[in-house]
């Protein structure tokens, strides 16, 4: 393990850095492949129950959520992983990143020579948590080889460790593990004492009813960890309904953990506005509009697989596209057809990313065919 630098700047400000000096074709509009956020309209329904409920403005709401909002969660992770689990066992948040920013503040600030480990490469908060707590890190690799699956650390590394971070379904690797491989982590997580995350934000976008991605609290219940001790998950409605600006999130879990994390938050001061928690509840509670956003981008994967003979994931909307070297790529695409991607080696650390771009099927199927079209013409000429 190893100190994390904290003068690693943002990715999307090294971005920005890299291409500043460069014009890029007039001949096309921008096209932004970067960021993970859904370009669709957030439905209606979750709309109009946001402004109906804007009188709701003058309460104050509570740092635990209200119950309505706990229930149609609730009801979510028992509809979608056949899990029940009960008020205590769950905590509604502003999103998933202030959990995944504060909860490491939480857990490790009072520990001396705290370490965490997480997948690698890797949402950038994770080391913005490291930083924060003054922890070192433990780098769970992310390869072609290992298939971008987590490997295993050792006893030595996991006797270290304080808390774990997996990311399944995985940006941005778009790699996958089922339930039987997610539940070996939990039996060390409760055989060297840590505690163990699984950030499951991109759960609800897949593409075969029979491989959807599993949960964590699935793989506790496998292995007869039914009070999911040490073991914790995290959800958002961000990219499930289109609605990142809702700030609609959860962590779910082991209640004792809960129990306590939950006084911390009564002072972090970021509970949500009831009115957006009016609206994220009707959106947790239905499915149909989920499953039409799910084949818009099953829709543009076939799309990319037909342009760029990419393979499909499992889940995400995330292609993880190798390239000779990243950073030149990133560059001449930009220069010659006015298209962003985020360079892998960007997202890791200690070569991870290295001779990977990253590219977010965010758009519409239209957009997305015009945009991948001249990407592949980039590719032909660049590539060879």
């Excluded at 229930?71 to 689990?85: D, G, P, Q, W």
């Amino acid at each position: 393990p190893g100190k994390i630098n904290i003068s690693n700047p943002e990715y999307f400000e090294r971005l920005n850095e890299l291409l500043k000096d460069i014009q890029p074709n007039p001949n096309y509009k921008l096209a932004s492949l970067t960021i993970g956020e859904p370009q669709f309209s957030t439905p209606n329904f979750i709309q109009d129950e946001l402004k109906d409920n804007t009188n709701l403005l003058n309460k104050y709401p509570k740092s635990a959520g209200e119950d309505y909002l706990k229930e149609a969660m609730i009801n979510f992770v028992s509809k979608r992983f056949n899990t029940k689990l009960n008020f205590e066992q769950i905590i509604p948040t502003f999103g998933t990143r202030e959990v995944l920013f504060n909860f490491p503040q939480y857990l490790l600030t009072a520990k001396e020579n705290s370490i965490m480990a997480f997948t690698n490469p890797f949402y950038q908060i994770y080391e913005g948590a490291a930083i924060a707590t003054n922890s070192e890190v433990i780098y769970i690799n992310l390869t072609q080889e290992n298939n971008f699956k987590a490997q295993l650390l050792s006893d030595e590394e996991f006797k270290k460790c304080d808390l774990v971070i997996l990311n399944f379904p995985n940006n941005p690797t778009a790699g996958e593990m089922n339930v039987e491989e997610l539940s070996i982590w939990v039996q060390k997580s409760l055989e060297f004492d840590f505690i163990l995350i699984n950030d499951e934000c991109y759960s609800e976008l897949y593409f075969d009813d029979n491989k959807k991605p599993a949960s964590l609290l699935e793989a506790c219940k496998l292995v007869g960890n039914t009070s999911f001790k040490n073991c914790l998950v995290l959800n958002s409605i961000s990219k499930r309904s289109s609605a990142p600006g809702l700030r609609s999130g959860f962590i779910a879990g082991d209640s004792k953990i809960l129990k306590e994390y939950m006084k911390y938050r009564t002072y972090v001061g970021c509970a949500s506005p009831v009115p957006l928690q009016k609206a994220a509840a009707i959106a947790w509670n239905d499915e149909s509009h989920v499953e039409s956003f799910r084949n818009n981008y099953k829709e543009n994967f076939a799309i990319a697989n037909e342009i760029l003979q990419v393979k499909i994931p499992e889940a995400t909307f995330y292609i993880w596209m190798k390239v000779s070297d990243e950073l030149e790529f990133t560059k001449e695409l930009y220069k010659q057809e006015n298209i962003k991607v985020l360079p892998g080696s960007f997202l890791g650390r200690e070569g991870a990313g290295q001779g990977y771009i990253r590219i977010a099927l965010v758009e519409n199927p239209t957009k997305t065919k015009e945009v991948l079209t001249r990407l592949n013409n980039f590719i032909t000429k660049y590539e060879g």
